[in-house]
C-alpha cells in the first residue's frame, strides 16, 4: 500500500496532480449545488411576496 | 420540427432533468475504471527514447483534461454561433454553461502539466508551444466569462460574449500557429509531436477511458448548470412557476 | 405605411408591452403616452430597428423592417433622448456630417436656411458645447429640415425648448404630416395638427381602464 | 461610399485636434512604458539590445489598447453613435473610417517614435528599419482587432482593464511575429521577408474580417 | 475611528466580494502582460532569468494603476462619495480605509500571483522570496500614490490614460528599487536589506502623507 | 441657525446668484425654487460646504462653516440628486453604514423600524439594484428616519416618489419642523407644514418681476 502511494517516490507529484484535480471537480460540483439552491430559494422568495402583494397585505 | 421543439427551454428543461443521473453514472463508471486500469495495469516505468517513471501516470489527467479544454472551446463557439445566428436564448445558455467547466479543464491541463514537467523536465513551466498556447486558451476562457459577468444585461452579455467566442476561434489557429512556429523560416523542423501510436495498449486504454469519463462528467455538469440559468432567466415564466410549485 | 403585429418587448426580466399591433397609413401622426418607464423609448427604438423585439413584426411598406435593413434607414429619421451632436463641431460641421451619412446632398445654403430657420443665425460656426441646452437641441433639430425622409421617429423631441420653438416644431411635425409623412413621438404634452390625423398609444396600465397594458386610440383632428 | 468614408475620417481627425491632450496622452503612455523597464531590468547595453524589440512591441500593444477604449465611447455618450446606427450606410464602413482616424493618430505617431525608443535600447539602425516596417503593418491591425473588443465593452464598468483582459491575447500573433522580425533584422535583413509578409497577410485578413465583427458587436452593444 | 475605518473596510470588502470579476480582471492583466513578455523578447532561459524582476515589477505597476482607475469612481457615480463628504468623519481616515480595501483585493493578490510568474521566468527561489517581501512592502505604496492621481482624475473622460500620465513617473522609485532588490537577492540575499529598508521607509511616507493629499483631491474633484 | 450672507456663486462662466442673504431659525423650511438650471442644486451644496462660494459667508450658530468643518457635518444631514446607496449591497447594510459614518449608534431594530416605516418591509435584505426607481429613493429617504441631524438639505425629495411615499416624506419633514428642527429643500410641488414657518427663495431671473435675479419672500403657514 504504501508502495502504491509513494509511487516509486513521486508521490507528491502524482497525488499532488489527481488530488487538486478532485477537489477542483468536487469543488464545481458542490458550487453547481449552491447555485442551484440559491436560485431556487430566490424563486420561492418571489413568489411568496407576488402572492403576498396579489392578496393586497400592505407589508 | 422535433429539434425546434427541445431548442425551447421549457421542453429542455426536464429533458436535461432526465439526463443528468444517467451521465453522472457513466462519469463514475469510467472514472473508476480508468483510474483502476491506469494505476494497476499498467508498467511503473517507460522505457525507449523518453524514459519516464511512475510520475507518467499523470498523463491520465493530463491528456484527458487537455483535450476536453480544446473540445469544450469548440462546444462554446458553435453554440455561440448557433445562438446569434437563430437568435435562441437555449443556445446562448448552453454556451454559457459549457464556459465554466471547460476553463476549469483547461485550468487542471495546465496545472497537470506542470506537475509532470517538474520530475520530467527539471522545470515547472517552460515557453514550450503546446503549454503557451494552453495558457492563451485558458485567457480567452477567461476573457468569454468576464465579458459576460461584467454585463448586467444578461441578452446583451449572451451575444457580445458570443460574438467574442467566435472571434477567439477565428483568432485560435492564429495564435497557436505563430506559437508553434514563432520562425517561419524554419517551421517545418520545429513541431514534432509524439504521436500516441507509439503508446503501450493498457495506458492508452486507460487514457481514453479517462478521456471519456470527463467528457460524461462535461456533459452532467454543464447540464446540471444550464437548468439553473434556465431557472434563473426564465423563472419568472408560467411554466417554471407551475414547476416550482410541484416541486415546493 | 407601417405595420406593427404582435410586438412584445421585455428590458431586463421586466416585459414592457406585449400584443401590440396597429398599421399606421401617410399622413398619420402616432403619439405614444406613459408613465416614466413604461417603454416608450424600448418601443420606439424597437421600431427603428436599434432594438430586437421579442416577439412580433415590423413591416415597412409591407416589408420586414430586418430585412429591409439599410433602405429602411434611408425612410426615417430618428431622434432620440440624446441629441447626437459633437459638441467640439460647429453646427455647420454637425450638420453637414449628418447630411452625408444620410446620403442627402445638402449643400451649404440649405444648412445655413435651416439653421437660421431654426433660430440659429449667428450661432453657425461656434462649437456646439458653448451652447445652451436648447439651443443644442434646436441644432439637432434642424436635421428635420434637410432630411427627406418620410418617416420620422422622435422621442421626446419638445424638452428644453422654449415656447417659441416648440411651436416652431410643432408646425414642422403638422406639415411634415400634411405632405403625407408619418411622425412617431412621445411626448408629456398636446400636439395640434392641421391636417392628418393623429393616433394615440397608451403604454404601461393605465389605472383601470384598459388592463391589457397596451391600448390604442384614434383620434381625428383636434 | 468613399465620401461617406471620407466625411467621417475627416470628422474624426478634425474631432481630435480639436482635444489634442488625448492623442498625446497615448504618446506619452508609449514613452513611459519603455522608459521604464529599463529602470526596473538594469541598464546593461547587452541585455537591452535583446529586450528592446519585444518591449517596444508590448509597449505599442498597450499604448494601442489604452487608447481603444475612447475609439466609440465618446460617440456612444453623446448619441451621435446611435445616429450612425441609423443611417443608411453599411456600418462596417464607418466602422473601418473610425479605425483609420484611430490609427492615424495613435499608430502612426507611434510608428513615428519607434525609432527614437529603439535607440534607448541601443538597437542597430538596420533593426529601426525593420522595426518602422513591422510596426506599420501591425499597428493598423492592432487598431482593427481592438475595434472588436472596444465595440464589446462599451459603455461597461470598468471597461479599461477588461477590454484588455479580451483584446491582448488575440494580438499575439502580431506580437510575435513583429518583435521577431526586429530581432532578425539585426542580423541578417534579408531573413525579415517572410515575417513582412505574413504582417501583411495579418492586416489584409485583419481589414476584411474586423470590421464586420466590429459592427456586429457595436449592433448588440447598442441593443 | 477605527469602527469607522473597519465600517468601509467592510463595505469595500463586501462590494467587491458581490461583483468579483473586476478584482479577477486585474489580476489576469497582470498575469497576461507577464506572459506577453516572453512571445516578444524569446524564450531562453538566461535572459528570462535577467528580466523577471523587471517585468513583474512593470506589470504590477500597470495594473494597480489601471485598477485604481475604478477606485472612487462607483462611489463617484452613485453618489455615496458626496455622502461620505459629508459625514463627521476625517475625509482622510475614509480614504486611507478604501486604499486599504484596495489594497487587499487587487495589491495582495499580485503578492500571492508573483512567485507563480517568476517561476516562469525561471527566478531561483531566494529571488521569489524577495520578491514576496518587495511586492509586500511596494503594492501598497503604489495604491496609497496611485489614490491621488484616482482623486484628482475622477470624472474625467479619457481618464484612464490621463492618470497614467500622473501617475507612473511617481513610481518609479519604488519600481527601482523593488527591482533591485529582487536581482540583488539572486546573487546574495543579505545585501537587500537597504533595499527592504527603502522601500519600508517610502511605505510609511506614503502612510502619512498621501491620504491627505488624496482627500484634498477628492475634495476639489467633487466641487 | 443657519446665516447666509452676501453669497455668490458661479458655475463654468455663468454667475448664477450674487448678493444672496438670509438666515433661517430653528423651525423654518426654507422651499427654493426656479428653472432647470437657475442654481438650486449649486446653492444647495454651496451651503452644505461641498462647493466654495465665489463670495460671502455661511455661518452655523454664529461660526463659519467651513471652520466648523466636521462638526458641522455632525448638525447636517444631505440629501442629493443623487441617492448614495450601493446598488450591490442591501438595505439594511446600506443603512448600517450610512449610519456608523454619521457617528449615530443604529441599531439592527431601529434600521428595520425605519425601513418598514418607508414601506420596505419584506426588501430589507435584497440588494437594492433590484428595487424600482422609487422604492431605492426610499431606502435612501430613511436616513432621515435614523439621523438627528437638526438641518436637513434635501434636493429635489420628491421626485421618482408615488403618492403615499410622498404624503409620508411631508409628514416627515413637518415633524422635523414642528421639533425645531430646519430644512432647506427644492421642489417643485408645494409642501404643506403643519406648524412652523415656510420661507421661499426664488433663483434665477422671473420673467419680469424680480430682475435682480433671486428674490427671497417670506410665507406664514400655508
Ligand atoms: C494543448 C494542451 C496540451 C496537450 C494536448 C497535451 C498533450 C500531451 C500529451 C498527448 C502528452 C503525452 C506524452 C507524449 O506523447 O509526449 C503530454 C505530455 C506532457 N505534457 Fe502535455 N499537453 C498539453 C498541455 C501541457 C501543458 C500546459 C503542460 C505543462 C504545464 C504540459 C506538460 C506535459 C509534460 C511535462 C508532458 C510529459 C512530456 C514528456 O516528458 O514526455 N502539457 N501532453
Ligand atoms: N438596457 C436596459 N436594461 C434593462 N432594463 C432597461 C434597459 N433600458 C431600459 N430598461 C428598463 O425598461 C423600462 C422602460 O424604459 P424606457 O426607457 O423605454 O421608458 P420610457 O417610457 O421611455 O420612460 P421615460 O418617460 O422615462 O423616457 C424601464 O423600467 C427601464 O428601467
Ligand atoms: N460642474 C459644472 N461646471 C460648469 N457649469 C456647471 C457645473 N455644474 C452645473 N453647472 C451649470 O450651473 C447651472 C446651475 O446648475 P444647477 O444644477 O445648480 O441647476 P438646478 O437649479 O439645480 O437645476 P435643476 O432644476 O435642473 O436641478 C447650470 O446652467 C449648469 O449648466
Ligand atoms: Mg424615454
Ligand atoms: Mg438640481
Known amino acids: 500500500m504504501s508502495e502504491f502511494l509513494s509511487q516509486g517516490g513521486y508521490g507528491a507529484y502524482v497525488w499532488g496532480a489527481y488530488g487538486l484535480t478532485l477537489i477542483l471537480l468536487l469543488g464545481e460540483v458542490w458550487q453547481l449545488r449552491r447555485q442551484r439552491r440559491t436560485i431556487f430559494a430566490r424563486l420561492s422568495r418571489m413568489i411568496r411576496l407576488r402572492t403576498r402583494r396579489e392578496r393586497g397585505d400592505p407589508a | 420540427m422535433k429539434l425546434f421543439r427541445f431548442s425551447s427551454p421549457a421542453t429542455f428543461y426536464p429533458l436535461a432533468g432526465k439526463l443528468i443521473p444517467l451521465f453522472w453514472v457513466l462519469t463514475a463508471l469510467a472514472l473508476v475504471i480508468g483510474l483502476y486500469w491506469g494505476f494497476f495495469e499498467t508498467p511503473d516505468r517507460l522505457g525507449g527514447t523518453n524514459p519516464q517513471k511512475e510520475y507518467y501516470r499523470i498523463i491520465f489527467i493530463h491528456v484527458p483534461a487537455a483535450w476536453m479544454s480544446m473540445w469544450l472551446y469548440l462546444m462554446l463557439a458553435v453554440w455561440s454561433a448557433i445562438g446569434l445566428v437563430f437568435n435562441t436564448r437555449l443556445s446562448f445558455m448552453m454556451a454559457q454553461a459549457t464556459a465554466p467547466t471547460g476553463a476549469l479543464f483547461t485550468f487542471v491541463a495546465l496545472y497537470t502539466g506542470s506537475f509532470w514537467g517538474h520530475p520530467s523536465w527539471g522545470t515547472w513551466w517552460d515557453w514550450d508551444p503546446r503549454l503557451t498556447s494552453e495558457l492563451i486558451l485558458f485567457f480567452l476562457y477567461v476573457g468569454y466569462l468576464a465579458l459576460h459577468s461584467a454585463i448586467d444585461d444578461p441578452r446583451r452579455g449572451d451575444k457580445a460574449s458570443a460574438l467574442l467566442a467566435i472571434v477567439g476561434l477565428v483568432m485560435l489557429p492564429l495564435i497557436f500557429w505563430s506559437i508553434n512556429c514563432p520562425d517561419p523560416n524554419q517551421c517545418a523542423a520545429l513541431h514534432q509531436r509524439s504521436g500516441l501510436s507509439q503508446m503501450e495498449g493498457n495506458i492508452l486504454f486507460a487514457m481514453l477511458t479517462m478521456t471519456f469519463g470527463l467528457w460524461m462528467y462535461s456533459f452532467a455538469a454543464t447540464l446540471t448548470r444550464l437548468r439553473s440559468l434556465i431557472l434563473e432567466r426564465e423563472g419568472d415564466s408560467a411554466w417554471a412557476r407551475e414547476l416550482l410549485e410541484r416541486e415546493r | 405605411m407601417l405595420e406593427v403585429a404582435d410586438l412584445a418587448c421585455q428590458r431586463g426580466d421586466r416585459l414592457l408591452f406585449s400584443g401590440l399591433s396597429f398599421s399606421l397609413e401617410a399622413g398619420t401622426l402616432l403619439h405614444v403616452r406613459g408613465h416614466n418607464g413604461s417603454g416608450k423609448t424600448t418601443l420606439l427604438r424597437t421600431l427603428c430597428g436599434l432594438l430586437t423585439p421579442d416577439a412580433g413584426d415590423i413591416l415597412w411598406n409591407g416589408e420586414q423592417v430586418r430585412r429591409l435593413g439599410e433602405d429602411f434607414h434611408r425612410d426615417t429619421l430618428y431622434f432620440g433622448h440624446l441629441n447626437g451632436i459633437k459638441s467640439d463641431l460647429t453646427a455647420i460641421e454637425n450638420l453637414r456630417v449628418a447630411a452625408i451619412l444620410d446620403g442627402d446632398q445638402a449643400p451649404e445654403a440649405a444648412i445655413l436656411d435651416a439653421l437660421e430657420e431654426m433660430g440659429l443665425a449667428g450661432f453657425e460656426d461656434l462649437p456646439t458645447k458653448v451652447l445652451s441646452q436648447g439651443q443644442k437641441k434646436r441644432v439637432a433639430l434642424a436635421r428635420l429640415l434637410l432630411s427627406r425622409a418620410p418617416l420620422w421617429i422622435l422621442d421626446e423631441p419638445f424638452t428644453a425648448l422654449d415656447v417659441d420653438a416648440v411651436d416652431r416644431l410643432q408646425l414642422l411635425i403638422s406639415e411634415h404630416v400634411a405632405q403625407d409623412g408619418l411622425v412617431i413621438l412621445t411626448t408629456h404634452q398636446e400636439v395640434p395638427l392641421t391636417s392628418g390625423q393623429i393616433r394615440r398609444l397608451h403604454l404601461g396600465v393605465p389605472s383601470d381602464a384598459d388592463p391589457a397594458g397596451a391600448g390604442l386610440a384614434v383620434g381625428g383632428q383636434p | ?223
Not at chain 4, 513615428?112 to 542597430?124: E, S, T
Not at chain 4, 483582459?165 to 542580423?187: D, E, F, H, K, Q
Request: net charge neutral; charged share 10%.
Open chain 4, 1 to 223: 461610399m468613399w465620401q461617406v468614408f471620407r466625411c467621417i475620417l475627416g470628422r474624426d481627425l478634425r474631432l481630435a485636434m480639436r482635444r489634442r491632450t488625448e492623442v498625446l496622452t497615448t504618446l506619452f503612455f508609449f514613452v513611459i512604458v519603455i522608459s521604464l523597464f529599463p529602470l526596473g531590468v538594469g541598464t546593461e547595453k547587452q541585455i537591452l539590445r535583446i529586450l528592446g524589440p519585444g518591449v517596444v512591441w508590448v509597449a505599442a500593444l498597450l499604448a494601442s489598447m489604452l487608447a481603444l477604449e475612447r475609439l466609440f465611447a465618446a460617440d456612444h455618450e453623446d448619441g451621435t453613435l446611435e445616429q450612425m446606427l441609423m443611417t443608411p450606410q453599411p456600418l462596417s464602413l464607418v466602422v473601418l473610417a473610425k479605425v483609420t482616424a484611430h490609427w492615424l493618430l495613435t499608430g502612426l505617431p507611434l510608428v513615428a517614435m519607434a525609432p527614437l525608443m529603439g535607440m534607448q535600447y541601443h538597437l542597430p539602425d538596420t533593426a529601426l528599419v525593420a522595426m518602422i516596417l513591422a510596426l506599420l503593418l501591425g499597428t493598423p491591425v492592432l487598431s482593427l482587432i481592438g475595434a472588436i473588443g472596444a465595440a464589446l465593452t462599451l459603455g461597461l464598468r470598468g471597461g479599461g482593464i477588461l477590454l484588455s483582459l479580451l483584446i491582448l491575447p488575440l494580438y499575439i500573433p502580431v506580437l510575435v511575429y513583429g518583435s521577431r522580425a526586429v530581432t532578425v533584422s539585426a542580423i541578417d535583413f534579408a531573413e525579415t521577408l517572410p515575417y513582412f509578409s505574413l504582417l501583411g497577410a495579418f492586416l489584409l485578413l485583419a481589414l476584411v474580417l474586423s470590421p464586420l465583427a466590429a459592427a456586429a458587436a457595436l449592433r448588440i452593444a447598442t441593443e
